[in-house]
């Protein structure tokens, strides 16, 4: 009796992942089971085992096929790779993140040079005003503060290029921006 609870908690342990996944993919399309089931050649019955964890000898084609219709592929992980692979996701997540914030203020760089000098000019004094309230409020390092300082000084073109031109801060500067406000008005 212990053997057959312990090999049903690895199991479940095992497979928790598989059935999360296949679940949270379905879930995310707006397919219902019936359409899963259809869409892969299974049954609906074999798509609520397997959502549900009861599906304990199900075949790895039928797992592929599930998968291949959710757009997921079935990959072999060796045991205790798992947070590798997780640590490996969330560092290219972070990736992601910082490209899409120096992308961003590229387009905000552009925006600068493309304005109206007055409203540049405006645009610049607000970033400049956030600035002055991290520095006030202490809400910042003054790392940040004098950084942002000398790239929000002078005139609008030295801005702009300030915002494209990389630097070892580039990073940390987009992910502590005091563009918040002009970043939201153009979208993701």
Do not use: K, N
Request: aromatic share 4%; net charge positive.
């Amino acid at each position: 009796m212990r053997t057959g609870l312990l090999s049903d908690t690895l199991y479940h342990m095992r497979y928790s992942r598989l059935r999360d996944q296949l679940r949270q993919a379905r879930r995310q399309q707006a397919l219902s089971q019936a359409a899963l089931a259809a869409r892969s050649g299974t049954s609906r019955v074999t798509i609520a085992r397997l959502e549900a964890g009861s599906a304990r000898d199900v075949r790895v084609g039928t797992v592929s096929r599930v998968g291949e219709a959710l757009g997921l592929e079935v990959a072999a992980v060796p045991l205790g790779a798992e947070p590798v692979l997780e640590r490996l996701l969330a560092r290219e997540q972070e990736r992601a993140r910082r490209l899409d914030r120096r992308l961003a203020h590229a387009v905000l760089a552009a925006r600068l040079l493309a304005a109206r000098r007055p409203e540049a000019r405006a645009l610049i004094a607000t970033a400049r005003t956030a600035v002055d309230r991290w520095e006030r409020e202490r809400l910042c390092s003054c790392h940040y503060i004098s950084r942002w300082r000398a790239i929000l000084a002078g005139p609008v073109e030295r801005v702009a290029r300030s915002l494209l031109e990389p630097c070892e801060w580039t990073d940390a500067l987009f992910q502590t921006t005091p563009w918040a406000f002009a970043l939201e008005r153009l979208g993701p």
